[in-house]
């Protein structure tokens, strides 16, 4: 703790990875007392893990992997690896041994490491992803369609499109105009629900900025060379990593031992709180105003600081007219994408590996234009732990909707009915084999590149003015981030408060600058304070 540091609140909006993060940080390097307004019952935001009926759910789905060394130390903090022989994850542990880690057999606060394998489903085959040109991928392409996709390779190669616009563009410059409609046009516009020439670049500059098929054979070329036994990966693109860290219990059980460790040092979070309106005098922020579930009462939280991960819409929303009312019109026409997973129990699937074994993929995307899910996950394979019964498998089918479409306001059996069916009709299970389901919507899962984000600066202009207000995270940037990013962007911040740097550039460049994503961070994002 710092001494000169007279004892102050802040006020922590969101308990998700970056408002949890914020909390944490708080508390640890400094005197100022956290006060986190969480709107739903559970930790972990969009990183939460649903338990019904003893199987657990990850929505979305998270590999814990990161290029931050102090990301990587917080979360071996709270979830001590497990022990494993021969395993490195590059950071000192003490006195610690690769084969002294809890085990998770005995204990329950454990991270354990598990092989990456994802695929991607089109006319009933599997195919790797990333595409990789393996014979077995050749074959189910066929010789026509391979050839095809070479020639269109190579034509991207030599005469790319210029300028590279949209997500369109950006994908057949690295992949080909035929791979792109193979296995890339479908499923993305599933996700986003319009065609891929209305979404702009920056989408893919961030999230898939170093995937290519060259990347993807260059990385398959040097599989000789690679340490299997070390954990941090930093020379692999994100998209091409091999093993990740997990919580025994998915995601949010990191989020409710963050929580416990506030709650331990005199941190107060606040659940069924929902953040209606934010007080102004000047260019500061000196009140917070929540709703309180169930009854509605309205609580008013005076606070010196605050740290928001709430969406950039609502927060404007919760100015009113104290915000520029330019700046609230562009607010307001800030795109999301929710989306719903469909949860399945059942017996087992119809859909095997080549050699008649049960499938190891943790996701499976879902390329086929014929149905709506976009996205496969069995939760058994990211841990078995998740499944209350290891006999069963334990599935969940993500949809991508809007809040208030047709398919999110379906009633839960017709959803249930809908997912059994649509993975009978695609082959990957009989339908008849499903023992139980149920479904968990998320609001504003994805933050759009699309409607008013061009306008974007200009939001940002007037939220730095706000001296006393830090942005974190996926929605509270209104950009796709990756949890580790979240985290980072709430570390910089409480970095900044403690160092008096009051320029708040250094955390909406995490995930934009190349050293962020690439070498883990800048001075800022790796060093404790």
């Known amino acids: ?10 006020v922590v909006i969101g308990a998700g990875p970056a408002g949890l993060t914020a909390a944490v940080e708080l508390l640890r390097w400094t005197d100022i007392r956290p006060v986190v307004l969480e709107q739903g019952a559970q930790m972990g935001g969009l990183s939460q893990t649903v338990n019904h009926r003893g199987n657990r759910m990850d929505i979305g789905g998270h590999r814990f ?32 041994g690769p084969d002294d880690g809890p085990d998770p057999d005995r ?42 996709a070479a020639s269109s390779y190579m034509r991207s190669a030599l005469f790319p499109i210029r300028p590279e616009t949209n997500l369109e563009a950006f994908l057949i410059n690295r992949f080909g105009r035929e791979l792109y409609r193979t296995f890339f046009r479908d499923y993305t516009e599933k996700v986003w629900g319009v065609p891929c020439s209305e979404i ?34 930093k020379d692999t693109e994100t998209s091409l990593i091999e093993r990740f860290l997990y919580p025994k219990f998915g995601p949010g059980q990191m989020w409710e031992c963050a929580a416990e460790e506030v709650r331990r040092r005199g941190g107060q979070i606040l659940t069924d709180h929902e953040v209606v309106g934010l007080r102004l005098e000047g260019d500061r922020i000196v009140e917070v105003r929540a709703t309180r579930k169930p009854g509605g009462e309205l609580v008013g939280l005076p606070c010196d600081l ?20 330019c700046c609230r019109d562009t607010a307001a ?17 119809r859909l095997r590996d080549q050699s008649g074994a049960g499938i190891q993929d943790n996701w499976i995307y879902i390329q086929d234009p ?15 732990y998740l499944v209350a019964d290891p006999s069963k498998t334990w599935l969940g089918l993500e949809y991508f909707c809007n809040e208030g479409d047709g398919l999110w306001t379906r009633r839960d059996d017709e959803l249930i009915a809908l997912g059994a069916g649509e993975l009978d009709k695609i082959g990957v299970i009989d339908r008849r084999r499903v023992l139980d389901g149920c479904v968990v919507r998320m609001k504003k899962a994805y933050p759009a590149y699309f409607g008013t984000y061009a306008r974007f600066a200009e939001l940002r202009r007037y939220l730095d003015r706000l001296e006393n207000l830090y942005c974190l995270g996926r929605n509270g940037q209104h950009r796709y981030n990756n949890q580790d990013h979240s985290m980072l962007t709430a570390m910089i911040a409480v970095d900044n408060l403690v160092s008096g740097r009051e320029d708040k550039s250094n955390i909406w460049d995490v995930n934009i600058e190349e050293q962020y994503h690439e070498a883990g961070g800048s001075q800022a994002a790796t060093r404790a304070p």
């Not at 989408?203 to 036994?229: F, P, T, V, Y």
């Not at 996205?375 to 058994?380: K, M, P």
Request: glycine share 8%; with cysteine.
């Open 200 to 233: 702009p670049a920056e989408w893919g500059a961030q999230r898939i900025k170093g995937l290519s098929i060259s990347r993807a054979i260059l990385h398959a070329l040097s599989a000789w060379r690679r340490n299997e036994a070390d954990l941090e990966q």
């Open 306 to 325: 605050v740290f928001s991960s709430m969406a950039v819409r609502d927060l404007f929303g919760a100015f009113g007219d104290a915000a520029p009312a």
């Open 370 to 384: 014929d149905v709506l899910v976009g996205r496969l996950q069995i939760f058994n394979n990211w841990s078995p």
């Open 333 to 349: 026409g800030l795109a999301y994408r929710d989306f719903l997973t469909v949860g399945l129990f059942m017996d087992d699937l």
């Open 107 to 148: 204990t329950d606060r454990v991270m354990l490491v598990r092989s990456r394998k994802s695929r991607i489903y089109w006319r009933r085959r599997l195919f790797d992803y990333p595409l990789s040109l393996s014979i077995d991928t050749m074959r189910k392409m066929g010789l026509g369609r391979l050839s095809l």
């Open 1 to 10: 703790m710092l001494a000169g540091m007279s004892s102050r609140t802040a």
């Open 65 to 96: 992997f990161t290029k931050s060394d102090r990301v990587l130390k917080w979360w071996l903090e709270q979830l001590p690896l497990r022990g494993a022989p021969g395993l490195s994850c590059g950071l000192e542990t003490g006195s610690m």
